[in-house]
């Protein structure tokens, strides 16, 4: 199945496979919103459940002072809690 046979979610899955990609670029490549991407992401980690691959997620990162802890690190914050610096790295998703 190449292209137009494959759901979104599907090909996202498949583009996580090959590279490290984050979900603004995700969204830009499938030309859903960045929000659609995310939501793309979290359900492909949930089905991948069971099987031997995973979702690796690089969390968001304040260029400013470096802070990552954030609660969620598959989300996009807008500041940094720390630093309130709106300058945050978003996450970057690979699957292995």
């Known amino acids: 199945m190449q292209g137009a046979d494959r759901t979104t979610r599907q090909r996202i899955a498949d583009r996580l496979r090959r590279e490290s ?8 490549e499938f030309e859903v919103t960045t929000e659609s ?3 793309h992401v979290k359900h492909v980690s949930e089905s991948l459940s069971g099987t031997d691959e995973r979702l690796l997620v690089a969390p968001p990162e304040c ?11 598959a989300n996009r914050p807008s500041r940094c809690p720390e630093c309130k610096s709106e300058a945050i790295a978003e996450p970057t998703f690979k699957i292995e």
């Open 37 to 39: 991407a995310l939501a």
């Open 21 to 28: 990609m984050q979900a603004s670029a995700l969204a830009t």
């Open 63 to 73: 260029r400013d002072c470096g802070f990552s802890a954030f609660d969620d690190p």
